[in-house]
């Protein structure tokens, strides 16, 4: 069994900045590909990005060349810095693997992005 555990949300002007941590308990999580996705107020939760074992990794349109996942297999975490952030990427902040697993989502991090 995985569990997953979000931090790093706040609140933060337009164009500004936030790195958000996803620790996972469990020794495989190494071997999955892990992704963030997020949820906007009356939206579907949708894939941001990915992040595969070996490090390789895709993005959504609206968050390509602002966002960057990475992870750190020895210490079992994957991280999504976000940079020049707009209001329209307001939402909660989930980790999961990608594809999800029901069983893995956590209570994700709120990212308020508002002048």
């Known amino acids: 069994q995985v569990q997953l555990v979000e931090s790093g949300g706040g609140l933060v002007q337009p164009g500004g900045s936030l790195r958000l941590s996803c620790a996972a308990s469990?020794?495989?999580?190494?071997?999955?590909?892990m992704g963030w996705y997020r949820q906007a107020p009356g939206k579907q939760r949708a894939l941001v990005a990915t992040i595969t074992s070996g490090g390789s990794t895709n993005y959504q349109d609206s968050v390509k060349g602002r966002f960057t996942i990475s992870r750190d297999n020895a210490k079992n975490t994957v991280f999504l810095q976000m940079n020049s952030l707009k209001p329209e990427d307001t939402a909660v902040y989930y980790c999961?693997?990608?594809?999800?697993?029901?069983?893995?989502w956590g209570q994700g991090t709120q990212v308020t992005v508002s002048s």
């Open positions: 999961n693997t990608a594809p999800s697993r029901s069983a893995y």
């Open positions: 469990g020794s495989i999580f190494s071997i999955y590909t």
